[in-house]
């Protein structure tokens, strides 16, 4: 059997270090949507910027990580930065306490959740990986942090309902909603509940680390540096650039969705307001589902050629949702398109998490193994700029009433993406077929 040694392991307690920090940036957009139905006084243009931000700040953090090479995969650093969020959901509960809310504190709020975003791409708990089984074993593990949106968008808005720890009620003016149905206008919101489910995840994870931390991952640390040569065999190789516009496309448009995607139901009409929160998890929930099938489907068929599908999907599902969002924003019943536009979003979320998986696959064959955990490193900090332009295109096209375009703009990008993987690994001459 062909296997490959990893460079790092990772227990389970660091799985569930990934989750908190996934869960604290992804709270941030439940936190937008109601504060819209508490009227805080923000407009839609400044919670997509907050969205935007908090997306920028993931994306300079992951860069800090990249550079920092395999330190920053070991577990004990993921553990320690894992617990500095426990800064940022110390500032949520203090501002979410205090109304009337400062929108440049909201800001630096954002800035902080973004460190939730970066955190760690974990290889299995092996010494030894298989490597016709790469895109499944890269996949899953990828996938733990994804778990972590669903936690936010389906928890939270459940949890915002309860009182207790003294917190700061807020009354909703328009109707919200969570996982159990409608929330109608007037009921009490505890909004400061963000920050205390970080708190209470982060001592379990606590606890996790205590029992479960295998002394293996404490000898590894002393051994492990990587040299600055592997930062320029990555950066010359010209595999990593196509992988990384490949995983932009794929990953930046799954994690620039999912953190864009309440805000959008939210704002789908000027004339139609929906339970969002009731909804929006489910997208994200079927993309990390749909992330260990398209490894699977990747080691079986090839990674080119599910990157290909995936893109095919991506870029008719965004034309579909486009002409949907037009239609909506010039009908005089635009609820009459709702399910449609929802319906396409959940396609295109299975897409990115089926595609991302293919495009790992991919990767693991075109860059040489000991170059891989620090290229992959690279592409997911690259593709964490999806956090930050789609909601920042979303803001812009909004303000002009032109949604749609934006989604017509991302199928052109999805086409391009389509024509790079035929020419680059699908002609029979290419230097990797059908990696």
Not at 275 to 297: D, E, H, M
């Amino acid at each position: 059997m062909n296997t490959m040694r990893a460079s790092s392991t990772v227990d389970k307690a660091t799985a569930v270090n990934l989750i908190v920090g996934m869960t604290l940036w992804m709270s941030l957009s439940v936190l937008v949507v109601q504060l819209f139905t508490v009227e805080a006084g923000f407009s839609f243009a400044q919670l997509y910027r907050l969205l935007a931000i908090s997306g920028l700040s993931a994306t300079g953090w992951h860069f800090l990580f990249f550079w920092l090479g395999e330190r920053a995969m070991q577990a004990r650093f993921i553990h320690l930065s894992t617990f500095a969020l426990l800064i940022p959901a110390g500032a949520m509960i203090g501002l979410l306490n205090h109304p009337p809310l400062s929108y440049t504190a909201l800001q630096w709020l954002a800035v902080a959740c973004g460190f939730g975003g970066a955190q760690f791409i974990a290889f299995a708990q092996t010494d030894r990986i298989d490597h016709s089984a790469l895109g499944w074993t890269l996949a899953v593990n990828v996938g733990i942090a994804g778990v972590g949106i669903v936690v936010a968008q389906a928890a939270l808005p459940l949890l915002s309902s309860f009182s207790w720890g003294g917190a700061q009620a807020w009354v909703t003016m328009h109707g919200s909603g969570d996982i159990v149905g409608v929330i109608a206008p007037g009921t009490s919101l505890y909004l400061a509940n963000h920050g205390w489910l970080v708190v209470g995840v982060l001592i379990l994870a606590a606890i996790a680390w205590r029992y479960t931390s295998m002394p293996q991952a404490t000898q590894q640390q002393t051994k492990m540096r990587k040299p600055t040569s592997r930062y320029r065999a990555i950066l010359r190789n010209k595999h990593t650039w196509v992988m990384t516009l490949l995983y932009l496309m794929a990953f930046g448009s799954f994690i620039g969705f999912a953190i864009t995607f309440p805000l959008s139901l939210q704002t789908f009409s000027t004339s139609y307001a929906p339970s969002a929160l009731t909804y929006a998890w489910i997208g994200p929930l079927l993309g990390v589902l749909a992330r260990p099938l398209g490894g699977w489907l990747a080691d079986a068929f090839g990674g080119a050629k599910v990157t290909l599908w995936c893109a095919g999907v991506l870029t008719v599902s965004c034309v579909i949702a486009g002409v949907i969002t037009y239609q909506a924003s010039h009908s005089e019943l635009p609820e009459q398109w709702f399910l449609g536009y929802l319906l396409t979003f959940l396609v295109i979320f299975m897409a990115t998490g089926a595609g991302s998986s293919a495009i790992f696959r991919s990767a693991s064959v075109v860059i040489p193994f000991e170059l891989l955990a620090l290229a992959l490193r690279w592409l997911t900090a690259v593709a964490t700029a999806g956090a930050a332009y789609i909601p920042a295109l979303w803001y812009v096209n909004s303000s002009l009433a032109t949604p749609a375009y934006a989604l017509f703009g991302f199928a052109v990008f999805y086409l391009l993406c389509m024509g790079l993987v035929a020419s680059m690994y699908l002609r029979t001459r290419s230097e990797f077929y059908n990696p």
